[in-house]
Nanobody, 126 residues
Framework: QVQLVESGGGLVQAGGSLKLSCAASGGAFSRYAVGWFRQAPGKEREFVAGISWTGGSTHYADSVKGRFTISRDNAKNTVYLQMNSLKPEDTAVYYC???????????????????WGQGTQVIASS
């Protein structure tokens, strides 16, 4: 069983940066792909970025390509999401998830992923 805890959210002005962390405990986290997702008020949860268990493959939603970077440090059981050039439309609760799939599989399997964190709020003010 893997437990995931997100941190690093907060309030930032549009154009600013934040770095989210997803720390894992229990289970074989280093063997799982990890994804970041977000859910804005009144909207469905959407895929943001995914990374393979080795870190060698990444996949991004078009809306964040070139602005967000996903990375991982398996020695620390942690996955990161560096968010630059934040826009008001990036405002949402951000969740990380893990499962035995690929970086791209985090998007296609988002409704059936086994492990989820509790989320961290990101607000990008205009």
């Amino acid at each position: 069983q893997v437990q995931l805890v997100e941190s690093g959210g907060g309030l930032v002005q549009a154009g600013g940066s934040l770095k989210l962390s997803c720390a894992a405990s229990g289970g074989a986290f280093s063997r799982y792909a990890v994804g970041w997702f977000r859910q804005a008020p009144g909207k469905e949860r959407e895929f943001v970025a995914g990374i393979s268990w080795t870190g060698g493959s990444t996949h991004y939603a078009d809306s964040v390509k070139g602005r967000f970077t996903i990375s991982r440090d398996n020695a620390k059981n942690t996955v990161y999401l560096q968010m630059n050039s934040l826009k008001p439309e990036d405002t949402a609760v951000y969740y990380c998830a893990a499962d035995s799939t690929t970086a791209q599989g985090m998007r296609s399997m988002s409704r059936s992923l086994h492990y989820w964190g509790q989320g961290t709020q990101v607000i990008a003010s205009s």
